[in-house]
């Protein structure tokens, strides 16, 4: 089964957007390409409907590229169990003008996540590939899709063991 994390209490889009948005952290974050930036000095900006007690309750936070974004809580509880998968580089979160320290999940696996179904008349659509094989890989981004990630049930089990605050959406 493949999951869509969600934020618990938050709507999925724009809870907060990065400042000096560059096209080199798309490239780093999503298309792996490695280059020479300063990750650790990125902020996020939450919008302006959103207090400090909604962000602090958060284990995650969608954000405006199509990263995760994971709070101390969740590094601490799942850094060791996720080592493979996922590098966590520190960043922060201004909300209300507090700051909160916060990390940006770099997916380390992609996989081909989607299958192109085609329907009558040349349409096509896009699904979730059910079959599959999640014996490799917790959470990973898809192929040729890669603004999409997803989990599975190994993270599921890893998040309810631990106590995290994050929502999962059944695809």
Do not use: H, W
């Amino acid at each position: 089964m493949l999951y869509e994390l969600k934020s618990v209490s938050l709507p999925k889009y724009g809870i907060i957007e990065i400042e000096n948005f560059s096209e080199k952290y798309y490239d780093y974050f999503i298309n792996n390409i490695d280059n020479s930036v300063d990750y650790s000095i990125i902020t996020f900006k939450t919008k302006k409907n959103y207090t400090q007690n909604d962000i602090i309750k958060e284990d995650f936070l969608y954000c405006s590229i199509p990263v995760p974004i994971f709070s101390e809580n969740f590094v601490e509880c799942l850094k060791n169990d996720l080592l493979d998968e996922i590098d966590f580089i520190n960043c922060k979160v201004e909300c209300c003008g507090k700051i909160f320290r916060y990390y940006i999940g770099k997916i380390k696996k992609v996989k081909n996540l989607l299958i192109k179904e085609s329907l009558k008349q040349g349409i096509s659509i896009v699904k979730y590939d059910k079959e599959i094989n999640e014996d490799d890989f917790i959470i990973a981004r898809d192929t040729t899709r890669e603004y999409i990630y997803l989990a599975n049930n190994r993270f599921k089990k890893l998040i309810n063991e631990k106590n995290i605050n994050i929502k999962l959406k059944e695809i």
